[in-house]
């Protein structure tokens, strides 16, 4: 029950990409509300290791949609053109962190539109003056972090709607990318081929990761050992 409690709070909580998808690096609060919003690739793996235990032991959908979300937002976002996986992607967009992921609600009525605007805000806790402070100064910035306190389920029921997500374009990853963390992810993708219907595209996934070499440069452009 506490597991559940707990994976059921990551998943609709602001420590999740609810556009993008994947997992923000940690939560700054007990309600999962406020991020770090790095995205590291052995979070992905792990939680992806926790999300695939909770299915295979409760058959709920809910916890193999979210690993099935992982491995999406992996395979799009944290894949080098080489085939290997960058370790990381950026808190930081347009000079400070979180730009990226944070809205205040004039955006969301201006791309949406009044009606649509007006279920967003609903289902994600939009505010007009904002729905967190900053974990610093205490001050709220006025704008917004995308997290549910409901299950899409119970919020389609009660608008009487269904929900469906946009996906927009992603920031551009760092140019980190070690043979640890691809082991990591090989590992969790080799135990999600246990997840029905996922085994052919996961084990091609696999020997894509198996087949990769990379090369890897510190800031001064000298080589760093590889084997």
């Known amino acids: 029950e506490m597991v559940e409690k707990t994976l059921s709070s990551m998943r609709k909580g602001g ?11 940690y939560s700054t609060d007990k309600e999962w509300i406020l991020p770090h919003f790095e995205k590291m690739l052995y979070d992905q793996a792990i939680n992806a290791f926790a999300y695939l235990d909770a299915y295979q032991v409760t058959g709920k959908d809910t916890y193999k949609e979210t690993v099935r979300l992982i491995y999406d937002y ?11 996986f960058y370790s990381a992607e950026d808190a930081d967009s347009e000079g400070e962190e979180g730009t990226f992921y944070v809205w205040d609600s004039t955006e969301i009525m201006d791309l949406l539109g009044e009606e649509d605007g007006s279920i967003i805000e609903k289902v994600f806790n939009i505010k007009k003056n904002g729905n967190f402070r900053d974990e610093a100064t205490g001050n709220s910035p006025g704008k917004n972090i995308l997290f549910r306190t409901n299950t899409y389920a119970e919020l389609a029921e009660e608008m009487e709607i269904e929900i469906t997500t946009h996906t927009p374009s992603y920031l551009s990853q760092p140019d980190l990318a070690w043979r640890e963390y691809s082991a990591l992810l090989e590992q969790e993708l080799i135990s999600g081929r246990t997840m029905p219907g996922n085994g052919k595209s996961l084990l091609a996934k696999v020997k894509e990761v198996k087949s990769s070499s990379i090369t890897l440069k510190s800031d001064d452009e000298n080589k760093l050992p590889t084997k």
């Open 15 to 25: 420590i999740w990409d609810h556009i993008g998808y994947g997992f923000h690096s």
């Open 74 to 84: 992996v395979n799009k976002n944290m894949r080098s053109p080489q085939g290997a």
